[in-house]
């Protein structure tokens, strides 16, 4: 028996535990990778907590359909250890990426190729165990990516935070050309939104974020300007430097975040929102017309964006954002740091 080390979710809203169980056989079209490192990301806090917040006292209860223990991750790369006979070109030992965002493969969402916005979704490490763990079994070798010469903890990334910011930004593409897009919130997926927009805009963005060290850090990355949207004066300078920004992501997503960026928007301006910290926001109805707003959600990428961007990493030879390693077992640390708001860049669990 091959041992399943895991730090698991044993009850929500309590602290990871590692738990070992008997390593799943592939079959089928299956494939058992063997994770290297795994990407601690901000959805992973309210998979553990158990709920999104909607404002006030209301929530959205995530708990249903999952059974515990379970294994959070979903930045995943590693090494193909298994395959089961129908894994085509599952060759053990091949470094690979995994594609998270599985669908059941039958809805009219998955036959149009957009299985991260399948109902019936088995997205790793939301759905299905993920990659906090020895090894993570993967249903179809189609979802596996080559990344050489990209080094694995980045190209572990790219499977959320990366496909997150990727998606964002394709949404403003053409506008960036009218002045510097607005980044707000430099959290793992706005750094990275940092570094591919520099890449894919002719004009270095512009970014916001509440802590000092971030907007620093973002400014040494090339940020043309920072803001802190804490600050009363904040909407002055913004407007005041640009004339009010035409393009805008939200990797926050919350009441406030999103009341900054509106507030800055100018006429027939677009804000694409991608974070999900919480809460409730609201608008003057009349202001959507009267400023031709465009206000626009977008969630993580599909399989064919998964390869675009990493063709597009290799392509513009982006740089890695900030990286931290920690062993597997300081699993719960990390999100703690995480949810205290210090870490810059991104942490990645290595097993």
Known sequence: M??????SLVAYGQPLCETIAECPTPHGSEVLVRVDCCGVCHSDLHLQDGYFS????KRLDITKDRSLPFTLGHEIAGVIEAA????????????????PWIGCGTCPACHAGAENLCSAARHLGVAVDGGYASHVLVPHPRYLLDYAPLPTSFAAMLMCSGLTANGALKELVG????????LVGLGGVG???????????????????IDAEKRSAALAAGAALAFDPSDP???????????????ACDFVGSEKSLQFVTGVLMRGGKVVVTGLLGGNFSLPAAMLAIKAMTIQGTITGTLA???ELVDLVRAKNIAPIPTRRRPLNEAQAALDDLRAGRVVGRTVLSI
Do not use: C, N
């Open 2 to 7: 091959k041992p399943w080390h895991r730090q």
């Open 54 to 57: 909607l404002g006030g006292d």
């Open 84 to 99: 089961g006979a129908e894994a085509d070109g599952a060759a053990a030992g091949r470094h690979v990426a995994i594609y």
């Open 175 to 182: 506008r960036a050309d009218r002045g510097p897009t607005l």
């Open 191 to 209: 750094v990275m939104g940092l570094a591919l927009a520099r890449a894919m805009f002719a004009q270095p963005p512009i970014v916001a974020d």
């Open 233 to 247: 004066q904040a909407r002055k300078a913004v407007m005041a430097a640009t004339g009010g920004v035409f393009s």
């Open 305 to 307: 964006d998964a390869r």
